[in-house]
Each structure stands twice: as structure tokens, then as C-alpha cells.
């Protein structure tokens, strides 16, 4: 689960990491409101308004503009709020559809007033699958993207391991401030930050913290000016606090769905839907689809229990997408018996009246054959496989 930039700061400041201070608003007069408050805890009429997506660059696309008065302020939120945001990540970057922006921040400038005694660094948390360990990367090359810093110049990237037999050691915490060039108070600020960042990673049980970027101010302080967080959706019951951040207006409506199904659902770009039961197996449907000349629309788990309201729902979901030219029932029989899928896909398909996409439905497992003939002698326009060659094949065949 992704959440808001505002909302990780709030998460951050809980376990005691420095952050660039703001308030949120969704119209142009609590922007203003905001303002006020902000102007008035700060000493400053500058400020920085920041559309509020699930997405990075949002600069690049006019999300994020700098304030020198309240009449500034209030142009700037009449156009960010409401727009559709468009950047690098969105869906179909640059030329997609974009975002639409619900939400601003409204946040302090942290660059004044000594704007050249500034610096910023990229620093983020997560976990290197690969050597089993958490990681720390960072670079000197903050407010960039990193796959440029790191593919132009990897050698200013830099990557901390933590051992988790011992924790993170105050060396690292040291060794990570001065190869960031700090010495000082600053140094001291830094390694108390990246201290705090990484419990509030293993505390919220997160799966990514960026902080791009982290900025030392004029007067040495470590502040994270922006932040991207992930959380494990799987901790989520350990985090009733976190799980009520969750704002489904930034999520794929279908997803979304298919979650309140307790459907496990991902939308792709593909042209052939997937529905299997288990995730390993829908990982080889997927490679398979792409092998017959095909392109997988979504991952699709429907689970153990494969019942006709179920697979209905499943059917729905898949056929929204206007891109599917295909679907493709790749079910094996262990804890459901093949032929209650089979049935369930009889009923569904009478259910939902006339489904003009080719529908291949492989059974294997218990009571595969039944389920075959019931498929057969159904009289509904499904072709059907045992053999997952045999459902490639037929891929094949209706994608031509």
C-alpha cells in the first residue's frame, strides 16, 4: 500500500525524523487557510504547494510550484487542484491520461533563507532480496531520479547493508554521513536521521522509504523535504493506523474491486486474460501466454475456493479491460475439485448472458476429465485443455 507524501511525513515525524512541515487541503480555500497557519508558524510568506498522487516528478508535470504570496498561492491551487497530473510515473507516463489531483500540500520553504548552503541527498530503505538484508541507498545527487544518478554516475551511489543478526550499527550510521560530505553538526543531525528513518521502516513494517530529497539546511539541520512510502500489505492487520491511510481513489478501480472479492488482482497491458488459482501457477500462465504469441492482461488468483460467484466475479473484472482478446482458465485441482470450477464457469458464463471473447479453460487435478466434459457438453463457446501445451495451443489459435 502506497501512501500520500503528507501522510509519510506525519508516519515519520511519529518516530522522531526531522520533516519539511505542511497542511493538507482540497480546496483553494483551505489551501489558503493553510497558508495562513503555515505564514504564521513560520515567519514567511514563501511556501511550496504540492499536488497529492500516487506517482514521482510531479514537478516535471506542474505538480509542485514555489509560493511568494498568498495571491501566488491561490492561482497556483486553482490550477494543480482538480487537474489531471501527468508525469514520468503515471499511468502511460507523459502521454497518458495522468492523475486527477485531489489534494495539496501546503509547506514551509525549507531552502531560505540561505539557499546556497543548501544541500540535497537521495537516501531510501528497502530490502535487497538477493542478500537477504535491508538496504541503505544513497547518493551526494538528491532531487534527481536515481536510475540517471546511478546509470550516468553509479559511482555516487552508495549502499549500506544491515545485518539483521545485529541491527544497524552506529558505524554505518557514521560511515553513510560522511561519505555524504557532512561534517559537524550536520554529520550529527544525519546519522540521528538515518537512525530514525530505519526504525520507522522495521516499525511500520514498510517494503520502501525514499527520501528525495533529504536536505541539509543552512543552519544544519536533516529534513526530508519529500517521501515515498510503501507499506507490506500483508502487516497491515499489525497497523490499523497505516491501513486507514489507505486511499483507494489512487488505485485501480478494478483492483480495488477484486480485493473486496478477495480476489488477488493486477492489471497489465497484455491482450489475454488471466484467471488461475495459486499464484506460482499463475506466474507459468503468464510466461506461457507470452510463449503462444500473447501478452498477459492481468494477474489473476482466484484462490482455493473456485466457486461460481467467485469466478463470475473474476469474469467481470476481466472483461472491463477493452483490451482482452482472450481468457485463459488455468486451474489446478488440489484443494478444489475440477469439476465445481467447471461448473462455476458453466453458471457464471450463463450468469453474465453472451461473452463474445474466446474463453480457453484448462482443468488438471482432481476430477480433470469430469470437468472436461462438462465443459464439452455445456454448449457454451469454451474451448477446453488438459495438457497446458494443449491451452497454449489454443492461445494461439484464437489470437490469430
Not at 514521482?56 to 501566488?72: M, P, S
Not at 521502516?201 to 527520501?211: C, K, P, R, V, Y
Request: contains cysteine; aromatic residues 6%; glycine residues 10%.
Amino acid at each position: 500500500m502506497n501512501l500520500h507524501e503528507y501522510q509519510g511525513k506525519e508516519m515519520l515525524a511519529g518516530y522522531g525524523v526531522p520533516i519539511q512541515r505542511g497542511k493538507i487541503a482540497t480546496s483553494v480555500e483551505e489551501a489558503l487557510t493553510a497558508y495562513t497557519q503555515l505564514q504564521e508558524e513560520t515567519g514567511t510568506d514563501w511556501c511550496v504547494i504540492k499536488a497529492q498522487i500516487h506517482a514521482g516528478g510531479r514537478g516535471k508535470g506542474g505538480g509542485v510550484k514555489v509560493c511568494k504570496n498568498a495571491e501566488d498561492l491561490k492561482e497556483q491551487a486553482t490550477n494543480i487542484l482538480g487537474m489531471m497530473l501527468k508525469t514520468p510515473q503515471t499511468p502511460g507516463g507523459m502521454e497518458g491520461p495522468g492523475k486527477l489531483v485531489r489534494k495539496v500540500l501546503i509547506a514551509e520553504d525549507v531552502y531560505a533563507p540561505d539557499f546556497d548552503a543548501c544541500k540535497e541527498f537521495y537516501i531510501s530503505v528497502m530490502m535487497d532480496r538477493a542478500k537477504k538484508r535491508n538496504v541503505i541507498i544513497y547518493s551526494t545527487e538528491g532531487g534527481m531520479d536515481i536510475e540517471k544518478v546511478a546509470e550516468e554516475t553509479p559511482h555516487l551511489v552508495h549502499k549500506e547493508h544491515i545485518d539483521p543478526a545485529v541491527g544497524f550499527q552506529g558505524f554505518q550510521m557514521r560511515k553513510i554521513a560522511f561519505n555524504l560530505g557532512l561534517s559537524g553538526t550536520a554529520f550529527k543531525n544525519m546519522t540521528k536521521f538515518i537512525n530514525n528513518l530505519y526504525n520507522a521502516f522495521i516499525g511500520s513494517d514498510a517494503s520502501l522509504f525514499e527520501i528525495n530529497p533529504a536536505l541539509k539546511t543552512g543552519d544544519d539541520r536533516i529534513l526530508a523535504v519529500d517521501t515515498k512510502v510503501s507499506l507490506d500489505d500483508n502487516s497491515l492487520f499489525r497497523h490499523p493506523d497505516l491501513a486507514a491511510m489507505r486511499d483507494k481513489d489512487e488505485e485501480d478501480p478494478a483492483e480495488v474491486e477484486a480485493g473486496e472479492f478477495g480476489l488477488n488482482y493486477v492489471k497489465l497491458d497484455g491482450n489475454v486474460g488471466c484467471m488461475v488459482n495459486g499464484a506460482g501457477l499463475a506466474m507459468a500462465t503468464m510466461d506461457i501466454i507470452k510463449l503462444s504469441g500473447g501478452s498477459p492482461a492481468n494477474f489473476l488468483d482466484v484462490g482455493g475456493t473456485a466457486d461460481a460467484e467467485r469466478v463470475e466475479n473474476a469474469f467481470r473484472i476481466i472483461l472491463r479491460d477493452p483490451n482482452v482478446k482472450a481468457i485463459l482458465i488455468n486451474i489446478f485441482g488440489g484443494i478444489v475439485r475440477c469439476d465445481r470450477v467447471a461448473n462455476g464457469v458453466v453458471e457464471a458464463f450463463k450468469n453474465m448472458g453472451n461473452i463474445e471473447v474466446p474463453i480457453i479453460v484448462r482443468l488438471q487435478g482432481t476430477n480433470a476429465d469430469i470437468a472436461k466434459k462438462i465443459i464439452d457438453e455445456s454448449g457454451l463457446s469454451v474451448k477446453s485443455a488438459i495438457l497446458l501445451q494443449d491451452a497454449a495451443d489454443l492461445v494461439s489459435e484464437v489470437l490469430a
